[in-house]
Structure formats: structure tokens, C-alpha cells
């Protein structure tokens, strides 16, 4: 039972990057999923989740407009599409099953000139 997250990396600011979520050992396709992040020195905060058939989404403030986040149940994958990207984005990203309480290890995205 795991979540692994991948695709994350150094952009330059207004890049983008595409977040993966790989789960195995579960139903994926039973559990509204969600992605968070943290920065260093701050909490971990929600940046988006979506139901469990992917008709239902919610974003942070911040990230509304820039930032969307799908699912394939048949690839048991859940992604972050991240466009123009600001250096207030760096942190790490970790996804999560809701319910479950299952989180990924998480990737790190900076963004940097």
C-alpha cells in the first residue's frame, strides 16, 4: 500500500511542471484524493483535491487559475498540472488519500532564475 510521487524538479518562474501520484495496494478508485505542500518553516497546507470520479474539484486561493489536478482510475494516478509557476510555489508536494490517511514520500519543486 503506497503513494509515489514524481515530476517535480527546478523551473524558472512562469514554467510549468506536472505532478504524478502512482498508488498500488488499494482501490484507488475509491478514495478522493488530495495534494498538499510545505515549504521550509511553514505547515503543510491543501493545494487541491478531487473525487473519487474526478467530477468534483477545490483548489487553494493560491493556486486557483494556475494549478489543475485530474485523475486516471484506470492508471491509479492522480496528477498536479502546474502553470506559471511563482517562486512562492517551492515546497515540497505530497500526495494523500483521504480517508485512507495514506500520504506519498513527496517531490520537491523549486522554482528559481
Known amino acids: 500500500v503506497q503513494l509515489v510521487e514524481s515530476g517535480g524538479g527546478l523551473v524558472q518562474p512562469g514554467g510549468s511542471l506536472r505532478l504524478s501520484c502512482a498508488a498500488s495496494?488499494?482501490?484507488?478508485?475509491?478514495?478522493?484524493m488530495s495534494w498538499y505542500r510545505q515549504a521550509p518553516g511553514k505547515e503543510r497546507e491543501l493545494v487541491a483535491g478531487?473525487?473519487?470520479?474526478?467530477?468534483?474539484?477545490n483548489y487553494a486561493d493560491s493556486v486557483k487559475g494556475r494549478f489543475t489536478i485530474s485523475r486516471d482510475n484506470a492508471k491509479n494516478t492522480v496528477y498536479l498540472q502546474m502553470n506559471s509557476l511563482k517562486p512562492e510555489d517551492t515546497a515540497g508536494y505530497f500526495c494523500?488519500?483521504?480517508?485512507?490517511?495514506?500520504w506519498g514520500q513527496g517531490t520537491q519543486v523549486t522554482v528559481s532564475s
Open positions: 494523500y488519500a483521504r480517508r485512507r490517511n495514506l
Open positions: 478531487i473525487s473519487t470520479g474526478g467530477s468534483s474539484r
Open positions: 495496494g488499494f482501490t484507488f478508485s475509491s478514495y478522493g
